[in-house]
């Protein structure tokens, strides 16, 4: 059995990359394919148009080097303080004490514990270790960091935290980013793109803005939905998620279309969210019994500029194109 299969994905230079997917999907086993600590059986994995299958192990060596890596668990060194974790990989490479000396200086400013740089891994808290993780991910000058599930063992407070940090660190460096997660509010929050592994497979990949709007693959909308409270209704029950981007979010929708229409709507879920600078509105809405109403509440949504999708089962019906039924006028 293949651990993955037919997966397909261009990564940008400056991306914040996402990789999201339930328990054993696969996401962990793909971050280390991309720097080949896990070798493909088949397909090809490029970096700077270099085929990692085709390099030797020394050249294999230096190319990780501008692949860093994050982790869970952090992985720090017990026996040595902060600066020494944080100089280890510049040891390894054979920097000058000069050097090291100063970018470490540099580093530790960077993720805030230049007044901790003595302290030992035991005297930090988790959010203070995965700094250092950080700073020692940097010491090598990456063009690319892999985080794998690098804050799913901190509170929410420090999750944010360290998710602001990566992000400073890809405005200010440069640097691409890739994150595994089954988080989705990780993705909402920090990536500018997301690919979805289901059981080993691409189920959907693209902006996050467009798969949140418009989730196309079951994997996305069970994520998505279920985070927006869209649960499966009671029987009998029509259900839609409405979403509303950008300047729309701020508008009366669903009080116009009351009054407007005369369709009495519940709504059972709502929140906005900021993904990539733009606010995104979304409500989910339990719909009348009359199907008459049900379709005229859809009609007036879907030409009024805000995506529509069917949640009764959690099929995600995109509602939001007119259909040729729509086009008449008596609605």
Do not use: W
Not at 39 to 46: F, L, M, N, R, Y
Not at 206 to 230: C, M, N, Q, T, Y
Not at 320 to 330: F, K, N, R, T, V
């Amino acid at each position: 059995m293949d651990a993955l299969r037919d997966i397909n994905l261009d990564i940008e230079q400056g991306d914040i990359y996402g990789i999201i997917g339930m328990s054993g999907a696969g996401k962990s086993t793909l971050v280390r394919c991309i720097n080949f600590l896990e070798k493909p059986t088949a397909g090809q994995v490029i970096i700077d148009g270099k085929d990692l299958a085709k390099l030797s192990s020394k050249e294999l060596r230096t190319l990780r080097r501008e692949v860093s890596m994050i982790f869970q668990q952090f992985n720090l060194l017990q026996q040595r303080d902060v600066r020494g974790n944080i100089a280890y990989p510049m040891e390894l490479s054979g920097k000058s004490k000069a050097y090291i000396k100063k970018r470490t200086d540099e580093l530790l400013e960077v993720v805030g514990l230049t007044e901790r740089q003595h302290n030992y891994p035991s005297q930090l808290s988790g959010g203070q270790q995965q700094r250092v993780a950080i700073a020692r991910a940097l010491a090598s000058d990456p063009k690319i960091i892999l985080c794998d599930e690098a804050t799913s063992a901190l509170d929410p407070t420090t999750t944010t935290a360290i998710l602001n940090l990566l992000r400073q660190i890809n405005r200010d460096m440069g640097i691409t980013i890739v994150i595994i997660t089954h988080e989705m509010s990780v993705v909402e929050t920090t990536c500018t793109h997301v690919a979805i592994i289901d059981q080993g497979t691409l189920a959907e990949s693209g902006k996050v803005e467009d798969i949140f709007s418009h989730p196309e693959s079951e994997a996305a909308r069970k994520l998505i939905f279920r985070k927006s409270g869209a649960a499966a209704p009671k029987l009998g029950e029509r259900t839609i998620r409405v979403v509303f981007d950008g300047a729309g979010a701020d508008e009366p929708i669903i009080s116009n279309l009351v009054m407007e229409c005369g369709v009495m709507v519940n709504i059972t879920a709502a929140n906005t969210r900021t993904i990539n600078g733009q606010v995104f509105g979304e409500m989910v809405l339990q719909l009348p019994e009359e199907a008459a109403q049900q379709e005229k509440a859809i009609y007036y949504l879907k030409t009024h500029g805000v995506k529509v999708n069917d949640v009764s089962d959690l099929s995600g019906k995109d509602l939001s194109e007119p259909s040729e039924d729509d086009e008449g006028g008596d609605r």
